[in-house]
C-alpha cells in the first residue's frame, strides 16, 4: 500500500536528513483536505526538532526525499506545515488492475490466536427485546463482524439473565391472574406473553404502594409492608433453595421466552455461538465471592453481607453477597468471567452494554484484580448511548418500551409502502417483492443506528431512516443495484476482463478509486476503535462518490471500449465493497431494486 511506503520514506528522510531514529506512529499520514491538491498529507511539526529549521523548509527537504525514494509520488505541495503528495494516476489504474478480481480485498484471514469473544443482547427472560437491545444486538453483531475481518479469531456469546426478582415478579403474577394462560392458547409470542405479566405485576404493585399511603404510610414504610413484592422475594428464595414447583413454573416460562427470542434473533440476523444463562453461573460466583472472603481479600459485614473495599481505587464499596446470602448482578458477572477463561482462554472479552453500566465495568475489572485474577485486564467494555424515540424515553415496567418485534414489522410495512409508491417493484414476483421489502425495512434500521458513534445518545426516527435519498441504508442499497444493473447490461464478466495500461482517468474517477484504496485501513480503524460509524460513514461517502461519477461520467454510452471496459470494471470493484461493507454492518444488498 502506497501509505506504507510513504511511513518508510519518512522514516528514512528524517534518518538521513537528520541523523535521528523515529517510530512509524510518529508519522502522521492523513488524506489530504479537497481544497488543495493532493491525496496525502504528511504533517511535518513532529519532524521539525529533528531538522532544526522551519515547518517549510523541512516539509520542502523531506519531499525532494520522498519524490526521489517514492517512484509512485509525482508531485508535492507545502502548506505550512503539512506535506501533501500527488500519487501518480498510474498507480491508481495499477490498483484497481491488481485488486478487481480480489474477493478478499481488505479482509484480513483470521488468525489461529486466542479468541476474543464478544457479549452482546443480555436479554431478561421476563420481557421481549426492545428497541435499547435491538441498538446492543446490532452494535455487537457489527463489532464481531469487522474483528473478523481485521483477522481476529472471534466467538460471539451471549448471557441470558434468567434470573432474579425481576423474573420472579412475572412468575408471581402469572401464578396470580394468569388462569392457565400459555403462547399456544393465546397465539402471543412468548417473550410478549411473560411481558405483559412483568407490567401487570407492576400495576399491581403500585395499586399497592398508594393504598398503604393513602391508609397513612410513608412511602419507604409502604414499600417494606408490600404484600405482593414479600410474595415475589420469597419466590426468589424458593427458586434458589430449588423449590420443585418454583423451578418448573420458571422452566415453563423461560422456555416461551427463548422460543420468542429465538424468532426475533432470526428476523434481526443475528446468531450466537455459546450461550450463557446468569442460573448456571452464579453459584460459581458465590464461590469466587466466599473464597476471596475467606482469603480476607473481601470483607464480611456485622449483617452478613461481603463487601469489596475499593476506596483506595479511588471507587466506593461494593455488595457481592447479600446479608440473606443472595447474590448480585455483580456476582454472577465474576462468575461468567471466570467460566469464559475456562472455556475459551480468550485474549479478550468485550462487554456490548449501556453506557449506564460504566461504573459496573470499571468495578468488575477492579474486583478480579483484587481477587488475584491475571485475565481481568482482558476484559473490554463496549460503551454505548441511549436510543430515544421522539416521544421521550422507555420504561419496560410501565410497558412503555418500543418492541423490537413490532419496530421491524413497522420498518418493513413502511418499506413496502414507499418502494411500491416509488414502482421499484412492478416485475417483482410476490415472494421476491416480499424479501426486498424484509431487506430494505432492516437496511434501513440497522444503518440508521450503527451509522451514530456508538458512544452517543441517538434519536431513532424511522420515517427519516427509510428514504432512497441522502446517508441511509436504502440510498446505499439503492446504488449497489444500480451497479449490479449496469455490470449486466454491460455485459461485463469480472474473470474475463483486462485493463488496458494506457487509460487515462479522470478526477472522478480517481476519487472513487482513492476511496476503494482506504477500505482495509478503514476497517482497520473500525476494528481499533470498535466502530461500526466508520464503516458505515466511510460507505456513504463511497456511494455517493460513485453516483457523482455515474451522473457525470458515460459508461456504457461510452464509445471507447478500453474506456468503457475500464469504467465497468471500476464499477463492479466498488459493489464489490459497498457490499461487503454493508456485509459488515450485517446489512443485506439486492442487486436488484
Known amino acids: 500500500m502506497i501509505e506504507d511506503k510513504i511511513i518508510e520514506a519518512c522514516i528514512a528522510a528524517v534518518k538521513q536528513l537528520y541523523g535521528q531514529d523515529v517510530q512509524a506512529d510518529a508519522v502522521q499520514l492523513q488524506k489530504t483536505r479537497k481544497e488543495f491538491e493532493g491525496d496525502l498529507t504528511v504533517v511535518v511539526f513532529p519532524f521539525t526538532k529533528a531538522s ?3 515547518p517549510e523548509p523541512t516539509a520542502q527537504e523531506i519531499g525532494e526525499y520522498i519524490i526521489a525514494q517514492v517512484p509512485e509520488i509525482c508531485k508535492y505541495g507545502i502548506v505550512k506545515g503539512f506535506l501533501n503528495l500527488v ?3 498510474e498507480y491508481w489504474l495499477e490498483f484497481l488492475r491488481q485488486q478487481n478480481k480480489n474477493p478478499n480485498f481488505g479482509i484480513v484471514a483470521s488468525s489461529a490466536s486466542k479468541p476474543w469473544l464478544i457479549e452482546f443482547s443480555s436479554p431478561n427472560t421476563n420481557k421481549p427485546l426492545h428497541l435499547g437491545h435491538i441498538r446492543n444486538n446490532l452494535l455487537g453483531w457489527s463489532v464481531s463482524k469487522i474483528l473478523e475481518a481485521d483477522g481476529k479469531n472471534v466467538i460471539r456469546v451471549n448471557l441470558v439473565n434468567d434470573r432474579g426478582i425481576h423474573i420472579c415478579k412475572s412468575m408471581l403474577a402469572w401464578k396470580k391472574w394468569g388462569n392457565g394462560e400459555s403462547p399456544e392458547g393465546s397465539g402471543k409470542k412468548g417473550d410478549h406473553l411473560v411481558g405483559e405479566y412483568y407490567v401487570l405485576f407492576d400495576k399491581e404493585y403500585k395499586k399497592e404502594i398508594a393504598a398503604l399511603v393513602a ?3 410513608n412511602e419507604e414504610e409502604a414499600q417494606k409492608q408490600s404484600s405482593i413484592m414479600q410474595e415475589a422475594q420469597k419466590l426468589l428464595r424458593l427458586w434458589e433453595s430449588g ?10 416460562m423461560n422456555a416461551w421466552v427463548y422460543a420468542g427470542f429465538d424468532l426475533t434473533y432470526q428476523t434481526m440476523g443475528i446468531a450466537f455461538e455459546k450461550t450463557y444463562y446468569e442460573s448456571n453461573t452464579y453459584l460459581l460466583g458465590k464461590e469466587i465471592v466466599e473464597k476471596g472472603e475467606a482469603q480476607h481479600l473481601l470483607k464480611r459485614k456485622e449483617d452478613g453481607s461481603v463487601w469489596a473495599d475499593l476506596t483506595d481505587d479511588g471507587l466506593d464499596e461494593k455488595l457481592l453477597l447479600r446479608s440473606d446470602g443472595t447474590s448480585v448482578y455483580m456476582t454472577q458477572d465474576l462468575g461468567t468471567a471466570r467460566l469464559r477463561v475456562d472455556d475459551f482462554n480468550p485474549e479478550r472479552m468485550l462487554y456490548v452494554v449501556g453506557n449506564e453500566q460504566n461504573y459496573h465495568f470499571t468495578v468488575l475489572k477492579k474486583v478480579l484484580a483484587r481477587l488475584g485474577f491475571p485475565w481481568a485486564e ?8 441511549m436510543v430515544e424515540l421522539p416521544e421521550g424515553k422507555m420504561k419496560s415496567r410501565e410497558g412503555t418500551v418500543v418492541d423490537a418485534d413490532d419496530l421491524m414489522d413497522e420498518m418493513k410495512t413502511t418499506a413496502q409502502r414507499m418502494t411500491e409508491e416509488l414502482g421499484k417493484t412492478a416485475d417483482f414476483t410476490p415472494e421476491e417483492a416480499d424479501r426486498l421489502y424484509h431487506m430494505i425495512g432492516m437496511g434501513a434500521l440497522k444503518y440508521f443506528i ?3 458513534d456508538p458512544e452517543k445518545n441517538m434519536l431513532f426516527n424511522p420515517e427519516e431512516s427509510i428514504d432512497f435519498d441522502g446517508n441511509t441504508g436504502p440510498f446505499i442499497q439503492y446504488t449497489h443495484a444500480r451497479i449490479c444493473s449496469l455490470i449486466k447490461r454491460g455485459g461485463f464478466d469480472i474473470e474475463k476482463s483486462s485493463l488496458s495500461p494506457q487509460i487515462v482517468i479522470c478526477d472522478e474517477e480517481r ?5 476503494c484504496h482506504d477500505f482495509p485501513v478503514i476497517i482497520h480503524k473500525a476494528a481499533l476503535e470498535l466502530s461500526p460509524a466508520q464503516i458505515a460513514n466511510y460507505t456513504y461517502e463511497l456511494t455517493r462518490t460513485y453516483n457523482t461519477f455515474y451522473q457525470k461520467i458515460p459508461v456504457l454510452k461510452e464509445n471507447d471500449e478500453a474506456i468503457r471496459h475500464f469504467r465497468l470494471a471500476l464499477s463492479a470493484f466498488t459493489g464489490h465493497i459497498i457490499k461487503e461493507c454493508m456485509c459488515l454492518l450485517g446489512i443485506e444488498v439486492p442487486e436488484r431494486m
Do not use: C, F, N, Q
Not at 423449590?243 to 415453563?252: A, I, P, S, V, Y
Open 52 to 54: 532544526r529549521k522551519g
Open 87 to 89: 500519487v501518480k494516476p
Open 215 to 217: 391508609s397513612g404510610l
Open 243 to 252: 423449590d420443585e414447583e418454583t423451578l418448573k413454573l420458571w422452566k415453563m
Open 378 to 385: 482482558a476484559i473490554h467494555h463496549v460503551s454505548y448511548g
Open 450 to 452: 450503527l451509522k451514530v
Open 511 to 515: 476519487d472513487i478509486l482513492r476511496l
